[in-house]
């Protein structure tokens, strides 16, 4: 047992710890800092799928980097820890006993599993989506040699790994929701998605759920559907979501938050201000509505970690938005899907009277430059005043940074009124046009609509 | 002469014409609209250096369109104007009379030469670069069969035109200031691009000035350049600015601001609140001293457009933000550069005491990722509040979309306290990672600098 005294103590080896050391680096550069992690080696969580297909290929390939500050100056463990004693401010781990000033949980999340399916987990071909490089390179040697994947789950792992297993030649079948990406896209921005799946090859079996795995002694045979039609397979795959890591914070006697996560305030803050809490293990609100949210996002985890490493010792500054956007991109074929804040469909469900901007233009002008695709851009504000609260993009590649602008419109409450006044870059080979930049056109319709 | 009575006439065939007109369409559906033009055909302006080049190759690829609604609810008279007279509300263009109620100038600029070139305009082979079909035309029809090309001016278009000629194999030599760009890139950002157009083969010859064109009979044989030395060339192109065209507004009485534009307020008003100016026909102010601005882009002619637009027949709204802050993109090789607000080195002049923060990051993640590449975001910001004034970008494509997060932080005031716990969608086919998103990067910066 060796015995180990830090000022601070990030616990997780994910983007969220990764960020929390290095701002708490730049902000408490005369502090100890000590990063204890699970693995040896951590993966970039959104990179997994790709690893599965061409892309990267391997996982080798997708290791996170630490940058040579944190590595330089931070003591790193790995090693797994085995309970919190708050009181004492001590973690214990297998090998390790640490004292600690402060204490910082980024323990990330596990995959969520339904308990109908918990039974099926000890079956060799089926599998779940884990943020570790030994389970992905199991899942991924499995792969080699089988031909026909099913594929539980319809959200952004789902749908990543579908049409990254569909590109090295796999029969892809992918089950879920009405709609794929439900909670980020609306049904007319989905199907374009849906549409680009299905030319590629990809069977979606949409507005079903698995009821059930068939198994066939230690092998799942394939999948019941709730309509009782069956469909089979060689290696199942459950995407079915995350849920928050919190058994030693629960057991450290931390209050807990909807949907399991740790319970933190704006700044990250247990109710104990020398316990912090970032990333998927911490419980999230919505922005619109401050209820418990449960997205699960890299980019998320990294701006809360900024926000904690920062208010270690006190807060330094008050956050300018509080909540959670939900600010997503993917790639589906050669196409970006984006979106961020709410959906229209969600703003029928929370009540909110709202209108819709749409405009379809194209991402370079003239039209006639060689690589001019299709841009959409669609926008979603409050009907009275038109501030905007959602946005979703289809475009190319830049669409990736389109909904960024976006996201900061949100962030910042701006109006259709500001954004139609809007000065934006605009180029031939980079961007729309300056007299149809989607988003200025967007939301011109957002305030036409409300004379309507 | 034909009579024409109008309620809303608009004077241009540009994009802020375009746009006046077809947000007056969105705004005052019931008013008659008549847009009146010099040219039968209008070219894309941003495009033209991409006719000379691969990415276009002919000027009939660069036709800027009408949209079906503009075309079919707008009279379009294709005629030259003479005068207006502001009295009795009439517009005389040389085989019409146009009686109107509102009226838009939108007439645009025309190349600014330094005197002691004028005498060598009329020579075959010096040429401006008008934005005008048949001018394009013919400099790209002579271009045709010469091989070496000099460019006088290494502002964008310059800068455009170079790259673009020497795609297709022609001898370049740019002669300019100490850096190209020089006022949208400090030097750091400068020097990249200026390594790529070398690498590509283009002769830079900065930190000088050409001093006279070497005349032989009708054709320019070169020119001679401040500190005695000479170049020759088949053809000289002056890429030295633009300036407002106004000398119809002038005659008809109109207020004149500085540089010569029309003099408009917030709402692109002139004194007379019937008539308005738009585009780089009107005066510009600077957004951080209100001084006048010589910035000439379509993207800001497109939002004075929109705000003209919608206020003819009374405000709409409140501008949010004032003045102009000339956010520009290009691309050079296969790069892209990004400007928005002020440089470090204007922040200098105007005696800013500012903070700068930068970051060089990949524009994928994780770098392995087959299509990564190095984006370089430096933001600039008052040191004091860390509110962000400026802000420079280096990368692939996205970087177009990069330098509009941070317009629309400049935009609305944001600090470098508020980028650091922005909520940005990141995904690895399409941007930076989480936890080095550039523009976050940079804003850390500067919130470190200031303790320094």
Partial sequence: MKLIDTDILVLGGGPAALVTVSTALQNYPDKKITLIKEDEISLVPCGIPYIFGKTLAQSSKNIMPFSPAVAEK??????????????????????????????????????????????????????????????????????????????????????????????????????????ILAGSFDVDMAIEAEKIMQEMGI???????????????????GIELCDGGRIDGDVIILATGYQPNTQLAKNAG?????????????????????????????????????????????????????????????LQYLKGFNGTIAIFSTMIGNRAFASAGVTEDRAKKENI???????????????????????????????????????????????????????????????????????????????????TYPIIKAAEQIIQARFQ
Avoid at 203 to 221: D, K, N, P, T
Avoid at 259 to 287: H, L, P, Q, S
Avoid at 412 to 426: G, I, P
């Fill in 203 to 221: 069977e979606l079996v949409l507005g079903q759920y698995a009821s059930r795995i068939v198994q066939s002694g230690s092998l799942a045979e």
């Fill in 353 to 435: 009277d709202y209108t819709v901007g749409y405009f379809q233009g194209l991402n370079r002008h003239p039209g006639t430059i060689p690589d001019a695709s299709k841009q959409s851009v669609k926008l979603i504000a409050i009907r009275s005043s038109g501030q905007i609260i959602g946005g979703q993009v289809i475009g190319d590649k830049e669409a990736g940074e389109v909904i960024n602008i976006i996201g900061l419109a949100i962030e910042t409450e701006l109006s259709a009124h500001h954004l139609v006044s809007l000065q934006v870059a605009t180029q031939p080979l980079l961007t729309a046009a300056p007299t």
């Fill in 74 to 179: 931070t003591t790193i463990i790995t090693d797994t820890a085995t309970s919190v004693d708050i009181e004492s401010k001590t973690l214990y781990a297998n090998s390790h006993k640490i004292t600690f000033d402060k204490l910082v949980f980024a323990t990330g999340s596990t995959p969520f599993v339904h308990k109908s399916f918990e039974d099926a987990l000890h079956l060799k071909n089926v599998f779940t989506i884990q943020k570790c490089k030994e389970k992905i390179d199991q899942l991924k040697d499995y792969l080699e040699d089988k031909q026909k994947v099913i594929i539980i789950g319809t959200g952004f792992i789902g749908v990543e790994m579908a049409t990254e297993l569909r590109s090295i030649g796999k029969d892809v079948t992918i089950v879920g929701g009405r709609h």
């Fill in 254 to 314: 931390l209050k807990l938050a909807h949907y399991g996560g740790i319970w933190v305030d704006e700044y990250m803050r247990t109710k104990n201000k020398d316990i912090f809490a970032v990333g998927d293990c911490c419980g999230r609100r919505d922005f619109i509505t401050r209820d418990p949210s449960k997205v699960m996002l890299a980019s998320t985890s990294a701006s809360e970690a900024r926000v904690a490493g920062s208010s270690l010792y006190g």
